[in-house]
């Protein structure tokens, strides 16, 4: 146990403490976590800056309004309802078809419109918001994800996450829905997160249910090396990301659609640390490096090349599978 | 900078804490273990006469300042009397009357007493007694008291020596003619031998009295008051014995009275006697402290939760433990890792399990927890808006305990009923919780997490229950801030969860050859 402890000190892993007191409390101030938390709110900066994000079909703010989601789908074969404020995952509804009056969701189940009118008054009521306060519904685009991800992916959407330390993209991962996250890429609910080479943008590791694995648990695909196209693009969105929300310690969800391109899906205020899991490698370092180069340049491409500097400094790799 | 901020501010709250808890220990001696039983001297004057059919009072001399004692309690124990107790001329008295009494007559007074925690220097006479004037003494005792005061005063001191040495001749095995006047063949075992010091010690100016008491000693019955006298300096009153000189008090002596009157005085009553017996027990030392501190009346009695009614005195004992379940939660969460339902859910139960046991007390949180999902998981059906739906469940937990309370009663079990005091609207945010960690992460991660919430409540119902802590944390509810400060230093703790050195294993370590993600 001790011995562990001190291995994965000198590896350079932040535990959760760490993250709060040393990351999280002095970096986000308080005040921004609004605009990460309001989903609404995220979007309507991201436009403002120029950012793709999907397009929203539109919000429902009360019960009575929820069955006008009809009309707001409508010409609309797919979409998704998700909570303004939810975390986690929790509380998206992917539509992906429609047959007859029937909705069908992304595990192939069908829906009638009271059911989805059902799942937006519970999302309203706010059973899946911070604090289970009265919430929002999100209706918006489906992303049509990228065919690169085709084998890898249990019906839901994989997305990218990237660690964004004080505007300079630090770590990211793949992630990936499987069977028992429910086609959701949320690594607490299952999903399989891969870490990328942050110089190559191909993917290395891989961990599930913070496990090592070599293989999509579904499909017994492999995970590493998996080349993730406009890498460098991604890099520079995701740096971007922090003039919308000058949080210093910052999730940025993207996805690549295949006709869109990248979007920005969401942001995080308290991103998780399995991540680290993922990229076999502690965060310390990379946040050492980026503290130690403040005062940090005001170009995201700038930034970008900060944490370039650190990885090809390097010289060991990753724990190798 | 904060870090040392943060810890000063705990070491400051700390030092403050013990002082207090120090303080308390020393001067009201507070016990820091419950049972330690502390030694009781009880006292009791037993008052017989024969009743003379007429209105009967009866006054008795009662102890106000006990010396090196403090008094815990007293009782008067009289059938068929009204009692009327005051004070008269500095002197506390009881009084029992009646209009007609017949035959033997039995009164009694009881007292409680035990020894102060710290010697005090005498008594601290704010009112320095005038010096009495020089009797005007009719010869041949006037000349006999003044050769031998006269001796006296070429060979001492100062006042205490004097008397000192004044009573040594008085006392002499072979006295001379001076002292055989001045002794007039009284008894000097007798009051009316103190009376006489006194007189005569008023020829040098010295304020004397005479001075009651009881000599403790266990299991000692039909005792007598011994009479002492007692001499003013100028600064405080000094005892002396009567018969020898010697300073001082004799070994467990509980002053009864300062008072020139009689001890007792009954008005239509006759063949009075007055018996005192004294036996010693042992007393919970909380109740001691407690009239330690009242009888002190100091800034630290105040601090005493005895001061309150009773049953608030409960509500305490149970509130004070609260932050020693949150210690144990804060200590779960953030050193442990465990995940919980809800920060303080866990404590509201363990407080539930106080009263239930906790065999009890887990079998019925689960058929509670049980019985609002599968209503929960019902309702999901009929598709209801979350507050209502929240009511619907509440509804059912309290209908569940009322069924519960019901059957046991039939059955005869009265564990059954301590239910009624599980928190029920925090049962059903458990419910609704778990449902929806239900349906977001499956059944697994619900189940988990419930259990790691029980098993966190059962370990606060373990620590709040600690019959040491509780006596502890309620005669000293300043060690609270002892607590204070581990959760100050708790909040800047940034080392790893011990969950967290299992869940980030695979970093440092090679993965397991199977290479399968754990279920």
Known sequence: MLSRIRKLKAAGVVGINNRNRGYIMPHNPRALYARVDDKVETKRLAIAAGIAVPELYGLIHAVREAKDFERMVEGHKDFVVKPAHGSGGKGILVITDRRRDMYIKGDGHALTAAEVQHHIENVLGGVYSLGGQPDQAIIEYRVKFDRVFEAVSYRGVPDIRVLVYRGVPAMAMLRLPTRSSDGRANLHQGAVGAGIDMLTGATTLAVCKNRRIEEHPDFGTPLGGLQIPGWPALLLLAARCHELAPLGYLGVDMVLDAELGPLILELNARPGLGIQIANGRGLRGVLNHIDAAAPLPTAPEARVAVMRAYYEGLTEAPVPL | MKRLQATILALLVTAAALALMYAKITRLGLPLLPNQLEQVWSVEAKIEFDASRHATVVDFDIPDKLGQYVRLDEYFISRGYGLNVGIRDHDRRAEWSTRQARGAQRLYYRLEAVPQSEDDPGEPSKHVPAPPNVPAYEEPLASAIQDTLGNVRDESANVFTFVSQTLVKLNAQAPNDNVMIIRNNLDRGSEAWVDRLIYVLAGASIPARRVRGVILEDRAANQHLTTWLEVHNGTRWEGFDPQTGNRGYPDNFLRWSVSDEPLLHIEGGRNVSVSFSVSRYAKSPTMVARARGVANDTFLASTMLYNLPVNTQNVYRVLLMVPFGALVVAFMRTIVGLPTLGTFMPILVAIAFRETELAWGIALFILITASGLSLRFYLERLQLLLVPRLC????????????????????????????????????????????????????????????????????????????????????????????????????????????????????????????????
């Open chain 2, 392 to 519: 619907s469940v509440l509804v059912l937990v309290v209908l569940v305990m009322t069924i519960i309370s019901l059957v046991s009663a039939k059955l005869g079990i009265d564990k059954g009923f301590s239910i009624a005091l599980f928190p029920i609207v925090i049962l059903t945010m458990v419910i609704e919780r778990m449902s929806v960690i239900w349906e977001e992460s499956g059944p697994g991660q619900a189940l988990k997490e419930g259990m790691g919430s029980l098993s966190v409540a059962i370990l606060g119902y373990l620590v709040m229950k600690n019959e040491h802590l509780t006596h502890l944390v309620f005669l000293f509810p300043e060690s609270l801030l002892i607590l204070l400060a581990v959760f100050i230093l708790m909040g800047r703790y940034t080392g790893y969860r011990l969950m967290e050195v299992a869940r980030f294993k695979d970093i440092v370590e090679a993965p397991s050859s199977d290479a399968k993600p754990h279920p």
